[in-house]
Every structure is written in structure tokens, then in C-alpha cells.
Nanobody, 117 residues
Framework: QVQLVESEGGLVQAGGSLRLSCTAS????????MGWYRQAPGKLREFVAQ???????TYAHSVKGRFTISRDNAKNTVYLQMNSLKSEDTAVYYC???????????WGQGTQVTVSS
């Protein structure tokens, strides 16, 4: 099993910045890709960004150029630096980790990010 613990989100004004972190523990030896999804009220959960153990990154079009995902493999931690935040970025943000052996996905508990306009 893999446990994912996310940092607290927060309330930030539009145009501001916030950094989220997510630390993995447990059976992490076969974890490759880690990333973030988000879910706004009344909407489906959507992909935000992903980073592999080799630091290959993928971003949703809506956050490209504003968000940066990074990873510290020694600390088993993935970060999401969010800049130029918009009200439409308001959502619960979830960390995800994928086990390359079982293809199982593990989720964090979610952290609220609220952007005020």
C-alpha cells in the first residue's frame, strides 16, 4: 500500500501563487508517475499535471505556463507550484501516484485551494 499526504491548500487572491506538496510513503519502490488532479464543485475530477521518476512532465492545457510540477525522489515528494492563479483554479486538489507493476492508482485525501477574484 502507498499513502499520500498532501500539504494544506489555502485561500489566495487572483494573480497570486501557492505551492502544494505531496509525500508518498509505504510500498513506494514501484511508484513511477506522480501527479495532481483537481475537482471543482459540480464538476468531474480533471487532470492537472504529471511527472515521472525521470522528470518527464505533462500538463493540462488550462494550467500550462502557470503551473510547474517537480519532484524530489529522495524525499518521495512531488510539488505543484501554482502561479498567476485564477478563480477557475478553485478546486480540491488531489495527489495521485501510479504503481508501474500493478497499474494501481493511489490518491491523497485532497486539499482545498480557493482563489478569490
Amino acid at each position: 500500500q502507498v499513502q499520500l499526504v498532501e500539504s494544506e491548500g489555502g485561500l489566495v487572491q487572483a494573480g497570486g501563487s501557492l505551492r502544494l506538496s505531496c509525500t508518498a510513503s509505504g510500498s513506494i519502490f514501484s511508484i513511477d508517475a506522480m501527479g495532481w488532479y483537481r475537482q471543482a464543485p459540480g464538476k468531474l475530477r480533471e487532470f492537472v499535471a504529471q511527472i515521472t521518476s525521470g522528470s518527464s512532465t505533462t500538463y493540462a492545457h488550462s494550467v500550462k505556463g502557470r503551473f510547474t510540477i517537480s519532484r524530489d525522489n529522495a524525499k518521495n515528494t512531488v510539488y505543484l507550484q501554482m502561479n498567476s492563479l485564477k478563480s477557475e483554479d478553485t478546486a480540491v486538489y488531489y495527489c495521485i501516484a501510479t504503481d508501474t507493476d500493478s497499474l494501481k492508482h493511489y490518491w491523497g485525501q485532497g486539499t482545498q485551494v480557493t482563489v478569490s477574484s
